[in-house]
């Protein structure tokens, strides 16, 4: 584990030192985000915080132009909380929840465009694809309620 974050650190610090001079760059992304299951209007999923992190690579076109490729691990996915009639008992409501977990591999290409020259506003375009490499639904059901 300490190597790993040695490796991390100086990969980081290399980028930051040599990238002001070159016109490319790499590094890494990370970040939490909030995440919610759409479905239909009976089920009301709760949304939850959750991360994504990768790593980009950024090849500088034009002056104010740069292509940037991504390979990203995101998570997402959703609550459920709800009542439902007792296995042992049908005419007691027991709680439940359920809690979903989707794991994506993520591969965005961007065009990214700075209005300002100081890089401070800028948009990105492009498309991406995801592929799920994993799906886990963990339930909180009482069997013997």
Do not use: A
């Not at 290399?14 to 890494?28: H, K, R």
């Not at 970040?31 to 991360?51: A, K, M, T």
């Amino acid at each position: 584990m300490k190597k790993s974050i040695i490796t991390l650190i100086t990969i980081c610090y290399w980028n930051l030192l040599f990238s002001q001079n070159n016109s490319n760059c790499i590094g890494i992304t990370m970040g939490p985000s909030l995440v919610s299951l759409r479905g239909n209007e009976i089920d009301i999923h709760e949304p939850r915080f959750s991360y994504s992190t990768g790593l980009f690579y950024k090849q500088k076109i034009k002056n104010k132009m740069n292509l940037i490729i991504e390979v990203n691990y995101e998570n997402k996915g959703s609550l459920f909380n709800g009542k439902t009639n007792s296995i042992s008992d049908p005419n007691q409501l027991v709680d439940f929840k359920f809690k979903n977990n989707f794991y994506y591999i993520n591969l965005p290409i961007l065009f990214n465009y700075s209005f300002l020259d100081n890089n401070k506003l800028y948009t990105n375009i492009g498309p991406f694809v995801s592929y799920l490499t994993l799906q886990k639904t963990i339930s909180d059901y009482p069997l013997n309620g």
